[in-house]
């Protein structure tokens, strides 16, 4: 292949290097130049072209790609058409993605000119969500070199995404006195909903002190009617073979392949099986529904891939986790409904009590009303619609938000405390919304760009996840709530917000980092005029 510029007589049947505008045309790259095009060019002062020539052996990239696609060999996985030198591999099913590093690794050394990318090993995917893609850079690639890759692809299957199975699970929970039966109960939730993504379920719950005979006979109990059985401890591995659960599982007639794991958090994780199935003992972060090092292990079990003492002690790299926000994910957003619509709600009903009488919303920021400015910046990012609740002195925020394409949600209870307003605001979303994004109308330093960072990472989840801002590892606003808590909201009282319900409602949380201004409010006069604010009366 031959690139560069060429007199315009010569173009004719040539390769379009760049996007290029000949007076009203406009002619895409890569396109194929005809003798019309060619006389438009000439027509638009164009003397020479920048092009891309074919030799005979060349291939050109759609078919390249297309070829390499129908090369490799993959499962539960489909290639879309060519598109740009591109070919698209979706998964035809939710599961687990597994994939050939050495064999990708070895395509992609053959030349930089065509790459196969993919999402990384065990990711969990959804049906229709895109797990690889192979991409020829340039407009073509010598035909010896495509036949290079394709020898290497037709050695062995390249990827493939393995299905959940899902199964029967038995619950073990060991109790002490210190431990609260409300800590168990909520284990007990969030166990239900790590297994039932996967479509499985929890046949059985035994709760027995802390000991290992009684956990042992649990264990056999439970085995008989479930396919796999985790056991809680209530109180940490200590020692890897003679602690309760190690033993437990030893003395219930099972074998512990590996106590401990190098994942944080889940490094107090226990490998076990008891006549093919697998016990698992818990990490106490398992107790959680944010990802940990179980969570790993989880998938691949229920996904038929399985898991050993090798496969644990391979997963020290990555597997620190503690910074991570979401789990992996791809580059194409889900199909629905997981890439619903969110609407933010803002919330504008307050007294400013702490104010000593002026309304903060009203006070002015670069000569604008604060209320204005958040619920402008609400409505510039990806929310699909903006909701204000609005309270006290309701038509004078309603009247700082004159113009703007808002709906108002009434809370003629905003004295009775902050549940109130969620309540409005929840009440009057759209049955269409995914999500609500609950932005607080006296933030000044969160952007549109911020709350694009929570949207796209809720999306990312599956919209399923709640989606909280924060600073420096504490939490702050605004919160992102999925349509799973909707409910949830509705039995609120008081002056209370979500946090009970973003910690207690047995949902992924993910905590996105998006700067000092989550955690930058102004209740009070000195906070205001800190942050840059003129109080009006």
């Not at 033993?247 to 794991?261: K, L, N």
């Not at 113009?403 to 009057?428: C, M, R």
Request: charged content about 20%.
């Amino acid at each position: 292949m031959k690139f560069g510029p060429v007199p315009l007589e010569e173009a004719e049947g040539a390769i379009l290097a760049h996007s290029t505008v000949a007076g009203p045309a406009r002619f895409r790259k890569a396109r194929l130049l005809s003798v019309e095009d060619v006389a438009t060019l000439r027509n638009a002062g164009f003397n020479e072209i920048i092009v891309a020539t074919l030799a005979p052996d060349d291939v050109e990239e759609n078919e390249a790609a297309t070829r390499i696609a129908a090369a490799l060999r993959f499962s539960g996985i489909e290639a879309r058409p060519a598109a740009t030198g591109r070919v698209n591999l979706h998964a035809t099913r939710t599961g687990i993605f597994a994939v050939d590093k050495p064999l990708v690794d070895a395509i992609n050394l053959v030349d930089p000119d065509i790459t196969l990318a993919t999402m990384p090993a065990f990711a969990p995917m959804v049906e229709g969500q895109m797990v690889a893609t192979i991409k020829i850079i340039p407009f073509a690639v010598p035909e010896a070199t495509l036949q290079k890759v394709l020898a290497l692809a037709a050695t062995r299957e390249a990827f493939a995404m393995h299905a959940y199975r899902p199964m029967r699970v038995g619950v073990v929970q060991t109790v002490l006195p210190s431990i609260k039966a409300s800590v168990l109960d909520k284990t007990l939730r969030v166990t239900e909903e790590r297994l039932s993504r996967t479509g499985s379920t929890v046949s059985g719950e035994i709760r027995t002190s802390h000991a290992a005979p009684e956990v042992a006979q649990a264990i056999r109990d439970l085995a008989d009617d479930s396919d796999m059985v985790l056991v809680f401890g209530a109180s940490a591995m200590s020692d890897p073979d003679e602690d309760v659960i190690p033993a437990a599982i030893q003395s219930s007639g099972g074998t512990v392949f590996r106590s401990g794991m190098p994942v944080d958090p889940g490094n107090l994780f226990v490998l076990g099986e008891r006549n093919g199935k697998p016990v698992l003992g818990a990490p106490g972060c398992a107790r959680s529904a944010r990802l940990n090092g179980f969570d790993w292990v989880l998938d691949r079990i229920v996904s038929g891939i399985g898991v050993t003492k090798e496969d644990i002690a391979g997963m020290g790299v990555g597997g620190l986790l503690m910074e991570i926000p979401t789990r992996p994910q791809p580059r194409e957003p889900a199909p629905a409904p997981a890439a619903g619509t969110v609407t933010a709600v803002v919330l504008a009903a307050g007294r400013s009590s702490r104010m000593g009488g002026p309304n903060k919303l009203m006070a002015l920021f670069d000569g604008k009303p604060l209320v204005r400015r958040t619920v402008e910046r609400a409505l510039a990012s990806k929310a699909k619609s903006v909701i204000v609740v609005t309270g006290h002195q309701s038509e004078r925020v309603k009247a700082a938000l004159d113009g703007l394409p808002v709906a108002f949600a009434d809370n003629p209870a905003f004295a009775e405390g902050l549940s109130t307003s969620l309540k409005a605001g929840i009440g009057a979303l759209p049955a269409s919304a995914a999500g609500a994004l609950v932005v607080l109308g006296d933030m000044p330093g969160i952007s549109a760009a911020d709350l694009d960072r929570l949207i796209e990472a809720f999306h990312k989840s599956g919209d399923r996840a709640v989606v909280r801002a924060a600073h420096e590892g504490k939490r702050g606003n605004p919160v992102l709530l999925p349509k799973t808590l909707f409910e949830a909201v509705t039995h609120l009282e008081g002056d209370t917000g979500a946090r009970h319900l973003v910690e207690n409602g047995g949902v992924e949380v993910l905590d996105i980092d998006i700067g000092a201004g989550a955690a930058i409010d102004v209740d009070t006069r000195e906070a205001l005029e800190i942050a840059g604010g003129v109080l009006q009366d």
